[in-house]
């Protein structure tokens, strides 16, 4: 049986396709085909499709809103499990603990709690990832990150749903134990505070204004490319390496904000890959500093 038929016995009803360029389907619009892509609806979609991944001895790769993701230009040869989808992305309320599945937006997580007095998710309200994803990497910003008010994560792991509370998920800057163990997210639970609904979605609204104003949100990118080194600023010290408007192809350091690289249009990955090592190997050369990507790199990204 070929793969998309067993895929469709094994999930009836789930989008299978094939051939699907990661151009499309991540935030740097690079990256060449995934040879299949299969939309997930539920946790019995995602046990379904890794158990047809290791019957036919294929590889998998977990897709959020691929807003922090490099393939490279040669694509992935086994099968992704898309998680943003419509179909799994359901947020639920109770009292004041929120529910979410993986393909839910951190956006939307935050504005339904928003909008029922709830605070807690105002840091993380504009980035651009799924609630899967961002448990992922831990994601964060302006001081918050999405575990600070997590109580436990539902996740598959050989095959079997477990839950894993906080402290046993291991969340650290932008770590934690499904990137260690390679799990996939299901969903999560948060209890959040009650809080002046005014006050919260004033604090959201001043967090995006400072992203428009201090990040180069007219262009594709992936966020911050780099890792934060410990005791220094990526952007910093690539602006203090001279680094600021660097290309290479259609990637660029960009003049707006130095940790961010761009495709200024027609980039291809490995464009990216080579202006990281060039980032890389000045900012070393200068500082000392070895910058570590907070991109994950699928395909020809090693650190040099
Ligand atoms: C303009 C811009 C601004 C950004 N700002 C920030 C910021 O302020 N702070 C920050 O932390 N990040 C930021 N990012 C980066 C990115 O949005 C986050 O890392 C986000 O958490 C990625 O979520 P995603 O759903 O897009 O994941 P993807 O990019 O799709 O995947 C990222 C990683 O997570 C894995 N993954 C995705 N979903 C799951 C799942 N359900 N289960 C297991 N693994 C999974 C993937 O395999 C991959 O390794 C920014 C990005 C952009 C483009």
Redesign the pocket.
């Known amino acids: 049986m070929d793969i998309i038929s067993a895929l469709h016995t094994a999930a009836p009803g789930m989008t299978v396709e094939e051939n699907i360029p990661f151009a499309s389907m991540t935030?740097l619009k690079v990256g060449g085909p995934a040879r299949y892509l299969a939309q997930i609806r539920s946790a019995d979609d995602a046990k379904a499709v890794q158990r047809c991944a290791a019957e036919n001895g294929l590889s998998t790769?977990?897709?959020?809103?691929?807003?922090?993701?490099l393939v490279s230009d040669e694509g992935f040869d086994g099968i992704v499990l898309l998680?943003k989808n419509s179909d799994f992305s359901g947020i639920s309320l109770w009292d004041d603990v929120l529910c979410c599945q993986?393909g839910a937006s951190m956006a939307a997580l935050a504005r339904t709690a928003a909008e029922n007095g709830l605070t807690g998710l105002e840091t993380v309200s504009g980035?651009?990832?799924?609630a899967?994803?961002?448990i992922?990497?831990n994601?964060?910003?302006y001081g918050g990150q999405i575990s600070d008010h997590i109580t436990s994560v539902t996740l598959l792991r050989n095959g079997e749903i477990v839950a894993y509370s906080k402290e046993e998920m291991d969340f650290s800057y932008?770590h934690s134990r499904?990137m260690t163990e390679d799990?996939?997210?299901l969903g999560a639970e948060f209890t959040l505070e009650k809080g002046d609904p005014d006050a919260i979605f004033a604090a959201m609204k001043d967090y995006n204004g400072r992203r428009r104003e201090k990040?180069p949100?007219e262009y594709p990118?992936?966020?911050?490319f780099f890792k934060r080194p410990d005791g220094f600023y990526a952007g910093a010290l690539i602006e203090q390496s001279g680094l600021k408007g660097t290309a290479v192809g259609g990637a660029q350091v960009s003049e707006k904000h130095a940790g961010f690289l761009i495709n200024r249009g027609g980039a291809t990955a490995k464009d990216f890959i080579d202006l990281m090592h060039l980032v890389q190997k000045t900012v070393f050369d200068k500082f000392g500093v070895r910058l570590e990507n907070e991109v994950?790199i699928i395909g020809g990204g090693e650190q040099v």
Request: hydrophobic fraction near 45%; glycine fraction near 22%.
């Open positions: 935030t790769l977990v897709v959020g809103n691929g807003s922090n993701l998680m993986a980035i651009p990832g799924t899967g994803g961002g992922y990497m994601a964060g910003a932008r499904a799990l996939l997210v990040q949100l990118s992936a966020g911050s994950r």
